[in-house]
């Protein structure tokens, strides 16, 4: 032993001589080595001898651990007991075992699924479907977040550090004083781990409501989460570690206001309920025994669905004093599904007697969920084909989103068997307004459940009420009766309740009772003025003969403090069906008032006659030919007859703003070092609602004149400004001169404001502006009047004002073509006018998109002008429509809503729209009529006839004003009045614009012109201001082809004093544009001597024409 142990060591030695500069990275397991040999040497020799202590513990340890498995049989003979406790203990715990590493393997996957999600989506992305795969992979309507999960990896360690405060300062001292045995309660540890939440996408939802931004976020939790929990005193532990959450979370920003910080509140809730799974540590093992684990997840999910499921929202203020905090927790719902659970089809067989060999039937019964509103069936005892012809009623706030789910199961004495569920989302439902077919099961085999669907929309007036009363006496369902309205209660407060009888304040619950079903809020301590700030909602089978029961009462529920009865029949009556005030409570104190806010709907089947009344439908089948109302996401859906916009739609205003002058800026432009005082060059930035806008430069000036109109479509959101910023123009930096602005609310309530307004953060200046309210007015009897009166308001850039609002709501669309290849398509809507264009969201693969949004537009001319829509995909066009607005103009109330058909589409491709027009009048522009524009001049038309009268006011600083009448005359005559005027008439205004300082010329129209031609002429009108006749004097109109009545319309300016225009005269000339080889041809003209009109007295009026070698 020792030659061979000494021949190692030198070998080893030789070895490690030689291989030195190889081994230096590991010397000291070298070095280890060297020391360790002769301990192994030493070893095997002392083993010959018998075996060391350490291995005969370890022997020991593994013999005595193999014993404790037989312990539970000992100790089970010992007590008597037979040994199926033993086997039923073994199967528990391999159960629980199973269990475990059941959800850890499921923890390690996702985990490693997360690690490395794009190779591993990649992988499976020809098989995966959309729903599966993650933000990454793009889609026309989800975007990336991965932006927002760096932020979330980067806070998530800080994230922890907030949790175990808040769990260790807050949630322990909570726990320790609810209960005597808690007294020793503790987080041991708490650590959310290394793995932060994740958002997989987010998709924002552009709807019509401008007060609100809409996200749904899917977000995955795959975490490493380690929370332990101690209760020292009876040494028990329990904990969580790891755990999964996936699911859908929608967050509303709502409402949107015009201050910092925007937004006013987050609204949070899952659309349905997501998926959980914990894995448990300690003495919360147990709850990992099969069976218990899905009681246990069951439990979480139902209190976490009961802030955080719709209808439940969390609501997060972030503004002080927040209104309507009630009603954004608690909104009117969007509509109320009616699920008629019919019968269901070949359910499997799952009683089965003597081990399977004789099998038996099934006793089903069926649950129906939407959110957290769930109802369970009858039990059809032993019957695969059972008949239920039950009806349920659940509210919808979401759509699409919400989902109808039934399942199916087989009632048991133990545990129920499953037979089968199947998912809807309700936005179908929405879509086909009434939806009856026969639904696969999912895990059912061959089963299928027959529904019919209805989708109720809520009115907010009484005229269908009648109607809906009626039609429900022909329903018979079960367990209840059919509802005709909604009530939605908002509790808010009480004030000076009664004091107890010991004279102590009370803690008051109010209990709301309608028929035989009460609701009741939570209670407020000690206080005679609670406030509530809750939401209640009641189904109504008849509103018109029920009554709401209140009573305000002690936490003990024996004291009331109050009581009140409100017949649900003054609701009917109310405007808006609404109620909003306060209520004297009655058996009270003299001053007690409860203030709640009442709203009723009615709920109303928008659907075709054939829809009403539910007809059989073969089992598998389903017969779109015979009925308009069958539809489902794969046939054809019902079209609803009207668009559905929002209470909001077409309720904007327009804003128009007067920029007119300023005084006593500062002087920016200094030379030399500011010895020479020069002046500025200012100019002015607008802004309004999102919109900026710049006036011209006026150069030199202290003391500008703009004299410019600016036109916003305004909402009423709070806290919106219409701000001014005044700047000296540089050749470098823009110099600031100031800054002055008006809250729009009051221009909104006042209609007019006009005001000098000081600047601020400057020494001296002020600006002269006016605002203008426009609200739209659905009547085309005073466009003609609003056209003259846009027509003599001086704007920037000769451009005309707008003389109407044109708002349109774009539902849906049906049937449009599909792709190459048979694939549908991902449509959105463009939508402009004159040049003004806007875009839908994207409708993902459907060829019946609902879009939902809304659009406003400023319209000059509606005869003239047109709304050009097109429907497109991935760019390219599936469809057209092009709307004349004189197709609105002579509608009733200016509006159309209706399916229209799309051109360069399919053969039934069409669009269903509402599209309303409003005129736009001034009643503060300095134009003001006297009385109605009469109606249309043509051929026939003469001075003689009634007149309007026009006052043209122009308010300068000393508050006088000047008006100029404009008489425009209108009527039928012979064409014997017209013998002095054989070459034709021009109508003119001509007149002096005081603040603006420059003469102003309007050529309406001309009429009964005569032309030598054969055809009719293209004609146009010529301007020239004598006596000069150069370029800068001269104007002339558009050309109007082919018409001997043309109308021009259009405003002329020079830029003279009043008393150089005194001594001015205006010739205008008809002239016939004739073609591109010939010189214009003169018709006629008419002579104005301005020395002999009174110009701030002009006139709009018809003139005579003369030949052209005329001097007068």
């Known amino acids: 032993a020792e030659n061979s142990r000494g021949s190692r060591s030198e070998a080893g030695g030789c070895g490690w001589a030689g291989g030195g500069s190889a081994m230096e990275p590991g010397s000291e397991q070298g070095a280890a080595g060297v020391e360790g040999l002769p301990s192994a040497s030493g070893s095997r020799s002392r083993g010959l001898g018998g075996i060391g202590s350490a291995e005969a513990l370890a022997a020991l340890g593994a013999v005595g651990r193999r014993l404790l498995w037989l312990l539970p049989v000992y100790l089970a003979g010992r007590a008597g007991l037979s040994l199926g406790f033993v086997v039923a203990g073994v199967a528990l715990y391999m159960g629980w075992k199973g269990r475990r590493l059941g959800k850890e393997r499921s923890l390690r996957m996702a985990g490693l699924l997360l690690s490395d999600e794009e190779g591993a989506v990649s992988a499976a992305a020809t098989t995966a479907g959309k729903s599966d795969l993650p933000a990454w992979v793009t889609f026309h309507d989800v975007e990336k977040a991965e932006w927002l999960n760096k932020i979330l990896a980067q806070a998530w360690p800080f994230f922890g550090q907030y949790m175990e405060k808040l769990l260790v300062e807050n949630i322990t001292p909570s726990i320790r004083a609810s209960n005597s045995h808690l007294q020793t309660f503790t987080f041991s540890k708490v650590d959310m781990g290394e793995k932060a939440l994740k958002i997989l996408g987010v998709k924002v939802h552009t709807g019509m409501n401008k007060k609100r931004i809409l996200l749904d976020l899917t977000v995955s939790y795959v975490g490493d989460v380690q929370i332990d929990v101690e209760v020292k005193k009876y040494f028990c532990k329990a904990g969580v570690k790891g755990m999964q959450l996936h699911g859908m979370l929608r967050v509303i920003l709502e409402p949107l206001i015009g201050d910092v910080p925007i937004v006013g509140a987050l609204t949070v809730f899952f659309i349905r309920r997501p998926t959980l799974d914990i894995n448990w540590t300690g003495f919360t093992n147990l709850l990992d025994i099969p069976g218990l684990s899905s009681v246990s997840d069951t439990m979480i999910m139902d209190s976490i669905a009961s802030f955080l499921v719709l209808p439940n929202r969390l609501l997060i203020p972030l503004v002080p004093d927040l209104h309507d905090a009630a009603e954004l927790r608690a909104p009117v719902p969007r509509g109320v599904v009616r699920v008629h659970l019919v019968e269901a089809k070949d359910l499997q067989s799952k009683d089965k007697y003597i081990k399977g060999m004789i099998e038996g039937k099934s006793d089903p019964y069926a649950v129906v969920r939407v959110g957290t509103q769930v109802f369970t069936s009858k039990v059809i005892d032993e019957n695969l084909n059972p008949t239920w012809n039950e009806m349920y009623e659940f509210i919808v706030h979401e759509v699409p989103?919400?989902?109808?789910?039934?399942?199916?199961?087989?009632?048991?004495?133990?545990?129920?068997?499953?037979?089968?569920?199947?998912?809807?989302?309700?936005?179908?439902?929405?879509?086909?307004?009434?939806?009856?077919?026969?639904?696969?099961?999912?895990?059912?085999?061959?089963?299928?459940?027959?529904?019919?669907?209805?989708?109720?929309?809520?009115?907010?007036?009484?005229?269908?009420?009648?109607?809906?009363?009626?039609?429900?006496?022909?329903?018979?369902?079960?367990?209840?009766?059919?509802?005709?309205?909604?009530?939605?209660?908002?509790?808010?407060?009480?004030?000076?309740?009664?004091?107890?009888?010991?004279?102590?304040?009370?803690?008051?619950?109010?209990?709301?009772?309608?028929?035989?079903?009460?609701?009741?809020?939570?209670?407020?301590?000690?206080?005679?003025?609670?406030?509530?700030?809750?939401?209640?909602?009641?189904?109504?089978?008849?509103?018109?003969?029920?009554?709401?029961?209140?009573?305000?009462?002690?936490?003990?529920?024996?004291?009331?403090?109050?009581?009140?009865?409100?017949?649900?029949?003054?609701?009917?009556?109310?405007?808006?069906?609404?109620?909003?005030?306060?209520?004297?409570?009655?058996?009270?104190?003299?001053?007690?008032?409860?203030?709640?806010?009442?709203?009723?709907?009615?709920?109303?089947?928008?659907?075709?006659?054939?829809?009403?009344?539910?007809?059989?439908?073969?089992?598998?089948?389903?017969?779109?030919?015979?009925?308009?109302?069958?539809?489902?996401?794969?046939?054809?859906?019902?079209?609803?007859?009207?668009?559905?916009?929002?209470?909001?739609?077409?309720?904007?205003?327009?804003?128009?703003?007067?920029?007119?002058?300023?005084?006593?800026?500062?002087?920016?432009?200094?030379?030399?070092?500011?010895?020479?005082?020069?002046?500025?060059?200012?100019?002015?930035?607008?802004?309004?609602?999102?919109?900026?806008?710049?006036?011209?430069?006026?150069?030199?000036?202290?003391?500008?004149?703009?004299?410019?109109?600016?036109?916003?479509?305004?909402?009423?959101?709070?806290?919106?400004?219409?701000?001014?910023?005044?700047?000296?123009?540089?050749?470098?930096?823009?110099?600031?001169?100031?800054?002055?602005?008006?809250?729009?609310?009051?221009?909104?309530?006042?209609?007019?404001?006009?005001?000098?307004?000081?600047?601020?953060?400057?020494?001296?200046?002020?600006?002269?502006?006016?605002?203008?309210?426009?609200?739209?007015?659905?009547?085309?009897?005073?466009?003609?009047?609003?056209?003259?009166?846009?027509?003599?308001?001086?704007?920037?850039?000769?451009?005309?004002?707008?003389?109407?609002?044109?708002?349109?709501?774009?539902?849906?669309?049906?049937?449009?073509?599909?792709?190459?290849?048979?694939?549908?398509?991902?449509?959105?809507?463009?939508?402009?006018?004159?040049?003004?264009?806007?875009?839908?969201?994207?409708?993902?693969?459907?060829?019946?998109?609902?879009?939902?949004?809304?659009?406003?537009?400023?319209?000059?001319?509606?005869?003239?002008?047109?709304?050009?829509?097109?429907?497109?995909?991935?760019?390219?066009?599936?469809?057209?429509?092009?709307?004349?607005?004189?197709?609105?103009?002579?509608?009733?109330?200016?509006?159309?809503?209706?399916?229209?058909?799309?051109?360069?589409?399919?053969?039934?491709?069409?669009?269903?729209?509402?599209?309303?027009?409003?005129?736009?009048?001034?009643?503060?522009?300095?134009?003001?009529?006297?009385?109605?524009?009469?109606?249309?001049?043509?051929?026939?038309?003469?001075?003689?006839?009634?007149?309007?009268?026009?006052?043209?006011?122009?308010?300068?600083?000393?508050?006088?004003?000047?008006?100029?009448?404009?008489?425009?005359?209108?009527?039928?005559?012979?064409?014997?009045?017209?013998?002095?005027?054989?070459?034709?008439?021009?109508?003119?205004?001509?007149?002096?614009?005081m603040d603006a300082r420059k003469l102003v010329a309007v050529v309406h129209a001309c009429r009964n012109i005569k032309s030598s031609a054969k055809d009719y002429p293209d004609l146009y009108v010529s301007l020239i201001l004598l006596p000069d006749k150069s370029r800068a004097t001269k104007r002339k109109t558009t050309l109007r082809k082919k018409t001997l009545n043309p109308e021009f319309n259009e405003k002329f300016e020079w830029d003279i004093s009043f008393e150089e225009a005194q001594r001015r005269k205006l010739e205008a000339y008809i002239k016939n544009g004739a073609s591109f080889m010939s010189r214009p041809e003169p018709i006629g003209k008419v002579h104005l001597d301005l020395s002999q009109m009174d110009l701030t007295q002009g006139a709009a009026q018809w003139y005579d024409l003369k030949d052209d070698k005329s001097s007068t």
Request: net charge negative; aromatic share 6%; hydrophobic share 35%.
């Open 401 to 993: 989103g919400q989902e109808l789910e039934v399942e199916l199961f087989d009632k048991d004495p133990d545990q129920d068997d499953f037979l089968g569920r199947m998912k809807l989302d309700l936005g179908e439902v929405f879509k086909a307004r009434v939806l009856e077919e026969w639904f696969p099961l999912q895990d059912g085999g061959r089963a299928r459940v027959h529904l019919r669907l209805e989708w109720l929309t809520l009115m907010s007036d009484s005229s269908k009420l009648d109607q809906v009363l009626q039609r429900n006496k022909t329903i018979s369902s079960k367990p209840e009766p059919p509802s005709a309205a909604i009530l939605v209660i908002y509790l808010d407060k009480a004030q000076e309740l009664p004091l107890k009888k010991s004279s102590k304040e009370p803690n008051p619950v109010v209990q709301l009772s309608i028929q035989d079903v009460t609701r009741e809020s939570r209670v407020v301590y000690n206080t005679v003025s609670p406030v509530w700030d809750d939401a209640f909602r009641f189904f109504l089978q008849n509103p018109a003969k029920e009554d709401i029961d209140i009573q305000v009462k002690d936490d003990n529920r024996q004291t009331t403090l109050g009581s009140l009865t409100i017949p649900l029949s003054r609701l009917l009556s109310a405007d808006d069906q609404t109620l909003d005030q306060g209520f004297q409570l009655e058996n009270s104190g003299p001053n007690s008032r409860i203030y709640m806010k009442l709203i009723m709907r009615v709920l109303y089947l928008d659907a075709p006659e054939d829809c009403l009344t539910p007809r059989p439908v073969p089992p598998g089948h389903l017969n779109v030919t015979e009925s308009a109302c069958v539809g489902s996401s794969v046939d054809k859906s019902p079209r609803p007859l009207t668009a559905s916009p929002d209470a909001q739609f077409g309720t904007e205003n327009v804003i128009r703003i007067h920029l007119l002058e300023a005084e006593n800026l500062i002087a920016k432009d200094n030379f030399m070092g500011g010895m020479i005082k020069g002046k500025s060059d200012p100019y002015v930035k607008v802004r309004l609602g999102g919109q900026k806008f710049r006036s011209r430069v006026i150069k030199e000036e202290l003391n500008p004149r703009w004299s410019e109109i600016y036109e916003v479509i305004v909402n009423d959101v709070p806290g919106q400004e219409v701000e001014f910023d005044v700047y000296d123009k540089d050749v470098d930096k823009d110099d600031f001169l100031g800054r002055c602005k008006i809250p729009l609310r009051r221009a909104l309530t006042c209609k007019f404001v006009d005001e000098w307004l000081p600047l601020e953060d400057v020494k001296s200046g002020r600006l002269h502006v006016k605002l203008e309210c426009l609200s739209p007015i659905p009547s085309a009897a005073e466009l003609e009047q609003v056209l003259l009166v846009n027509s003599l308001i001086q704007t920037p850039k000769n451009e005309e004002l707008s003389s109407a609002l044109l708002s349109v709501f774009l539902d849906r669309a049906a049937e449009l073509p599909m792709r190459k290849g048979s694939k549908p398509p991902n449509p959105y809507v463009s939508l402009s006018v004159r040049g003004i264009s806007y875009k839908t969201k994207v409708a993902s693969q459907t060829t019946d998109p609902m879009w939902d949004e809304a659009f406003s537009f400023l319209i000059k001319r509606p005869h003239a002008e047109s709304l050009e829509l097109q429907v497109k995909d991935d760019g390219h066009v599936v469809g057209m429509l092009s709307l004349p607005l004189s197709q609105l103009l002579a509608a009733e109330g200016l509006v159309l809503d209706r399916w229209f058909p799309l051109s360069n589409s399919g053969p039934g491709s069409q669009i269903l729209m509402r599209v309303q027009l409003g005129l736009l009048i001034s009643q503060h522009s300095g134009v003001e009529a006297l009385n109605n524009v009469a109606g249309e001049e043509n051929g026939e038309s003469s001075l003689k006839g009634s007149e309007t009268e026009l006052c043209i006011r122009e308010d300068g600083d000393s508050g006088s004003t000047q008006e100029l009448r404009q008489r425009m005359p209108h009527g039928h005559s012979s064409n014997s009045e017209l013998s002095d005027s054989l070459l034709g008439q021009l109508r003119l205004t001509v007149w002096y614009h």
